[in-house]
């Protein structure tokens, strides 16, 4: 069918976006002796002949206008599939919403990030992107469990945000339960050019929580920049992204030098407000960037009759998003902390 195709040009994504809904999976091996498997569209994996102890998720696209996070996959899946890149560890790609890419939008009927964790089933009313958020997190729970337990896993989920940031790229850490933070996920998000780190301190419908959760996986939301459309990305500012998730699946580790709590500034949520009724704004314009922060006081939104003013002084916000469907989070706001005994 489509195999000899992807063989000679490796372009998963085009056949992806030819194929919005479904593709039949097929295998096939590289002369180097990895096997790959397309599960579906948009879900490819690479399992090297003589693999390593990690089992790696990429995903992109979960927003479908998030461009460059899906051109760096793209780049690293040609490499596999014309042997230019040598793994030495089990990969999925993933990219989350084909249609949504082809329109150029965030999503089609419903916010894919919203789905996880089980939550696309928790209403009778079925779309396709609850159907995908379904078989995305089955895809996921095959391969993390298919080989046995005791390997390392991770994942990490690449997007670009709506708005601009005072902290170009950030990542969010999903809440861990009580867990530790790991010192060299920061590291290796540093090494991605990613400083900034947002703890989160609650459960979340999110990709990255429901990797972190269900499977222990060392697990991330990482926003590489603002949204653009495609061949509008100056793809020198994630050279250092794409590098450092090119020596993650091809080589067996990665030296990060020593630890040094100077190199990062890290984010607590301070509390999450959700939009409840029609009636709801913002006070600041469309072109306020994420960590903005405000004074003790001043007005952050308001909701109906709800005015929400900051508590602390320099309360920050992130991912505003007035429009977002009732009963969804608006706006998350945020404060300062330390790398402390929390952290191993």
């Excluded at 095959?142 to 690449?158: I, K, M, N, P, Q």
């Excluded at 590098?243 to 091809?250: C, D, K, P, Q, V």
């Excluded at 067996?252 to 709801?280: A, K, P």
């Excluded at 960590?291 to 001043?298: C, L, M, V």
Aim: glycine share 6%.
């Amino acid at each position: 069918m489509y195999l000899e195709e992807l063989k000679h040009t490796g372009d998963f994504l085009t056949l992806t976006r030819n194929n919005e809904f479904h593709l039949p999976p097929e295998q096939f091996t590289l002369a180097n002796g990895t096997v790959v498997d397309v599960l579906d569209t948009g879900v490819i994996q690479f399992m090297p002949s003589n693999y390593g102890n990690k089992d790696i998720v990429l995903s992109s696209a979960v927003h479908g206008n998030e461009t460059a996070p899906i051109e760096i996959c793209d780049e690293l899946i040609q490499a596999v599939i014309k042997e230019q890149l040598l793994l030495k560890h089990r990969v999925l790609f993933i990219f989350g919403n084909p249609k949504s890419i082809n329109i150029g939008e965030r999503f089609v009927e419903e916010n894919l990030n919203r789905l996880f964790n089980g939550t696309h089933a928790l209403s009778d009313v079925q779309n396709e992107e609850r159907k995908r958020a379904a078989n995305l997190e089955r895809y996921v729970r095959e391969f993390f469990t298919s080989v046995g337990a005791g390997r390392y896993r991770c994942h990490y989920d690449l997007h670009t945000a709506i708005r601009g940031s005072k902290n170009e790229k950030f990542a969010v850490y999903p809440f861990l339960h009580g867990k530790p933070w790991k010192k060299s996920q920061l590291q290796f998000l540093l090494a991605c050019g990613v400083n900034t780190v947002l703890m989160m301190r609650s459960e979340a419908t999110t990709f990255s929580y429901f990797s972190s959760k269900q499977f222990a996986a060392d697990s991330f939301t990482v926003e590489l920049g603002q949204v653009k459309p495609f061949g509008e990305n100056d793809m020198s500012r994630f050279a250092k992204t794409k590098e450092t998730l090119t020596a993650l699946i091809s080589q067996n580790e990665i030296d990060f030098g020593d630890f040094n709590s100077s190199d990062y500034e890290l984010f607590q949520v301070h509390r999450t407000i959700n939009r409840t009724q029609q009636d709801f704004s913002f006070p600041f314009p469309d072109s306020a960037e994420n960590f903005t922060g405000f004074a003790k006081g001043e007005l952050l939104a308001v909701d109906g009759e709800t005015r929400y003013l900051a508590e602390v002084d320099g309360e920050a916000i992130i991912f505003p998003n007035a429009n977002v469907a009732l009963g969804q989070r608006a706006l998350l706001t945020v404060i300062p902390m330390e790398i402390d005994e929390r952290f191993v």
